[in-house]
């Protein structure tokens, strides 16, 4: 059976905010709780047009559970100065299904490598501290069908293991949507199951 650790993950509640300038240039990073690949577009196309004065909008993201889909950009600074110091206070803080983005406004006076990198990093951070971090669960969904005289074990089964109830049809056949957490899941499915007449089907 799975540990309830492994089905838990980290991300941000709302949108926040970081400052950092170095030798004039302004680093001004946003992180964002976003779900989709899509989401990270339409964000990052706003923020262009909203900041269409600044040198540069690099960003990083990294999206789902199991943090294994992500994307990091330097937007034409040098290669690994700043999509990649982003992307790592991302993983310093195990963080998942966020998107930051700092915006450059250049000072005149080139940083360097070493100093875009150190930019880029602490702007993320600041960011970052300054978002209320929140741990969720990782939930599932299962649909049970079973005949109407077996509601009442069904019933007895839902209110001691807790599933959401998303969805429920009550006639001389019933069917129930359920949501739980993905440890959970399969002891759920096993004590429905052992209820006469009571079967899974497809959502």
Known sequence: MMAETDDTYRTIKAVSRGDYSEKRSRFIAFAFPVKTVEEVKGILEEYRRKYYDARHVCWAYMLGPEREIYRQNDDSEPSGTAGKPILGQINSNELTDILILVIRYFGGILLGTSGLIVAYRTAAAEAIAAATIEERTVDETVRIAFEYPFLDRIMR???????????????????????????????????????????????
């Open 157 to 203: 089964i839902i209110k001691e293991e807790e599933p959401e109830v998303l969805s429920r049809q009550f006639d001389m056949s019933c069917r129930m949507t359920l949501s739980i957490r993905r440890s959970r899941m399969e002891n759920l499915k096993e004590r429905l199951l052992k209820v006469e007449t009571a079967k899974i089907v497809e959502i």
